[in-house]
């Protein structure tokens, strides 16, 4: 049995709509368009010990070779384990540009070699203070990142 071209006509645009809205829900609150999705990245980055990941999930900054490379090792000094956070985003009233994400639930284990010996802290987010538990994002050209400086 063949179809009408009016048929086809009214399969395409729904077809095409259906993909839109599906790519939209795959791709929202992922990467950097929102406060929140600039500290996913963050932290992932971070678990994963990605340096170029973090890179791209911090505000863009101009560093010398040297001081990349320091930044580097820092950063590469400690290894970070994301157990269940949540978080909650606070837009600044007067930039909207501005947006504090605090992390109301989950624990953050980090672990680093001080002089010869593996030590490692868990953070529990509930007991930290909100101040220590909260990261600044800044939005720029539309993508949000993290307002921090590299390897810190």
Known sequence: MRRSYSSYRLHVPVLVISLFLALAVLTSGCGSNTPEGAVK???DAMQSGDWEAYKAAVVPQELTKEQEELAEGAFKQVKVKVDGLKMETRYDQSDKNKAAVILTDGKITYTAKIL??????????????????TLDTVRVKGVWYVDTKLGL
């Open 116 to 133: 010869g010996e593996t030590k490692s802290d868990t953070r529990d987010m509930k007991k930290v203070e909100k101040e220590n538990r």
């Open 41 to 43: 990245q963050y932290l």
